[in-house]
C-alpha cells in the first residue's frame, strides 16, 4: 500500500474560500484518485476561512455515491475543520448517505416536498 496523503483544500482551492462546488469537485477528484489508488488521505481545512454546503457536497458529500461508508471511513481523515463548521460538515454527510442510499426515494419525497409548497403558496 502506497504511503499516505494529505491534500489542503486551501491549496487545490487557491482561496481560504471554499464556496464554489466546481472547486470543491477538485477536491473530491484528488480523493478519489487517492481512494481508488487504496491511499489514506488527511483532508486539511486549515486556512479555509468560508465553508459553504455547496462546496463541501461537491467535494466530500458526493464520495458516498463512489466508495462505500466503510472505505471513506478507514480512507478519510478530516483535519484542522473549524468547530462552528462541524455541524455543516456533518449535516452535507449524513444527507449525502441518506441520498445515495435510494437515490430515487430521496428525489421523489423532494419533488413531493416542492409540490406541496407550491400548493400552499
Known sequence: ????????????????????????????????TAFHAG?????????????????????????YGTFSEEQIRSLLKVEDVEPDDLPLLKRVVDTAKLYFKDPQRFDQAVRETLEDENDDT
Open 1 to 32: 500500500m502506497q504511503k499516505d496523503m494529505k491534500i489542503s483544500v486551501f491549496e487545490v482551492v487557491g482561496s481560504p474560500l471554499c464556496v464554489a462546488s466546481n472547486d470543491g469537485q477538485k477536491v473530491y477528484e484528488r480523493l478519489a
Open 39 to 63: 491511499r489514506r488521505v488527511a483532508l486539511s481545512f486549515h486556512n479555509a476561512t468560508i465553508l459553504t454546503s455547496a462546496f463541501l457536497n461537491a467535494a466530500i458529500g458526493q464520495l
